[in-house]
């Protein structure tokens, strides 16, 4: 039986920049960055309290993966904002958000209380977003 998921994909557009943004401005640790021939590498990042959970920031280049039509077709969609990579969970929201704004962290909305509990949305580099909220936020009245 399956008891954890250990790596997924963040698909970014280019990952010298991916990794400034997820390592300098969220605070991820470097796991792996290991060259795969001329022009690709494996480079994986983690959370700094989920250490078992790696990101890989997967580069949208036309390849044998991704043919000429899928790759222009993938970035734009990333370009436009259109991948939702998922939630991100802190301590404190507020200090949070004010912490990675002033990095240089581009927020599509503040935290804000929402019927489910307080959450603040942001984009990476590439124009993914995510989905920030504190610990426990989900039913706890105390989540704001």
């Given at each position: 039986?399956?008891?954890?998921?250990?790596?997924?994909?963040?698909?970014?557009?280019?990952?010298?920049?991916?990794?400034?943004?997820?390592?300098?401005?969220?605070?991820?640790?470097?796991?792996?960055?290991?060259?795969?021939?001329?022009?690709?590498?494996?480079?994986?990042?983690s959370?700094?309290?989920?250490?078992?959970?790696?990101?890989?920031?997967?580069?949208?280049?036309?390849?044998?993966?991704?043919?000429?039509?899928?790759?222009?077709?993938?970035?734009?969609?990333?370009?436009?904002?259109?991948?939702?990579?998922?939630?991100l969970?802190?301590?404190?929201?507020?200090?949070?958000?004010?912490?990675?704004?002033?990095?240089?962290?581009?927020?599509?909305?503040?935290?804000?209380?929402?019927?489910?509990?307080?959450?603040?949305?942001?984009?990476?580099?590439?124009?993914?977003?995510?989905?920030?909220?504190?610990?426990?936020?989900?039913?706890?009245?105390?989540?704001?």
């Amino acid at each position: 039986m399956i008891t954890k998921m250990t790596i997924t994909n963040i698909h970014v557009l280019n990952q010298d920049s991916a990794y400034d943004f997820y390592v300098n401005k969220l605070g991820f640790k470097l796991v792996d960055d290991i060259p795969m021939g001329p022009e690709s590498r494996w480079l994986t990042v983690s959370p700094p309290e989920q250490p078992d959970l790696q990101l890989v920031l997967f580069p949208v280049t036309v390849s044998k993966m991704f043919p000429k039509d899928v790759a222009e077709t993938l970035i734009g969609l990333i370009k436009k904002g259109i991948f939702g990579c998922g939630v991100l969970t802190c301590n404190d929201i507020f200090a949070t958000y004010e912490e990675l704004k002033a990095k240089g962290v581009e927020f599509i909305k503040a935290p804000t209380k929402e019927f489910y509990g307080t959450e603040a949305l942001f984009k990476d580099d590439s124009g993914n977003y995510f989905s920030l909220q504190p610990l426990n936020n989900f039913g706890n009245e105390n989540s704001i």
